[in-house]
Each structure stands twice: as structure tokens, then as C-alpha cells.
């Protein structure tokens, strides 16, 4: 199995940029796809983005495209999701997963001010 575990959330001004992190450790990394899915407050969580184990192909959500960018280090066992131009639809609290959803984070937080 792997752990994963969630960083870079705090609260940021709306128009902001900010990138979250996804450290995973355990099992061999690059074997598995990771997703990223969000949790607005009220709200059911929801897809964000894929990549799969090499970062060749990726998939987003489509209200995020062109915001949104998913990338990975495997090197370091790392998943990053790029933000730009936060607005305060963007609050919620953010996690990483396997594509399996076998495995999930706890998530980070994003609170986007206007």
C-alpha cells in the first residue's frame, strides 16, 4: 500500500496562484495513476484531474481547464496541482488519490478570498 499526504493549502486572495503537493510513500510509486478531487463546503466531492503513471496523459475536470495544472515527480514521489487565477468557487478541501481510489489523502484546505 501507499500513504499519501496533502500540502499547500491556506487561505489566498482571489486572482492568486497557488500549487498543492501530494507526498506518497510506501509501495513503488509510479505504478499507480494518481487523481486529485475536490470538496466544496456543502458539496460532494468531485473529480478534478488525472495523470497517469508517467505523466503522458492527463485529464481534467472541464470547469478547471486552463487553470488547473496536474504534473508529477516520481523521482521524488510527488504529485503537484498548479492553481491559477484562484476565484472562491475554487474553496474546498483538496486530495489526492489513486486512480483506483484505493488509496486517498486527508486533504489540504484552500479558502480563496474575494
Known amino acids: 500500500q501507499i500513504q499519501l499526504a496533502e500540502s499547500g493549502g491556506g487561505l489566498v486572495q482571489a486572482g492568486d496562484s497557488l500549487r498543492l503537493s501530494c507526498a506518497a510513500s510506501g509501495r513503488t510509486f509510479e505504478n499507480f495513476a494518481m487523481r486529485w478531487y475536490r470538496q466544496a463546503p456543502g458539496k460532494e466531492r468531485i473529480f478534478v484531474a488525472d495523470?497517469?503513471?508517467?505523466?503522458?496523459?492527463?485529464r481534467y475536470e472541464d470547469s478547471v481547464k486552463g487553470r488547473f495544472n496536474v504534473s508529477r515527480d516520481n523521482d521524488k514521489k510527488m504529485v503537484y496541482l498548479q492553481i491559477d487565477n484562484l476565484n472562491t468557487e475554487d474553496t474546498a478541501v483538496y486530495y489526492c488519490a489513486t486512480r483506483n481510489l484505493e488509496y486517498w489523502g486527508k486533504g489540504t484546505l484552500v479558502i480563496v478570498s474575494s
Open positions: 495523470i497517469n503513471w508517467n505523466g503522458n496523459f492527463i
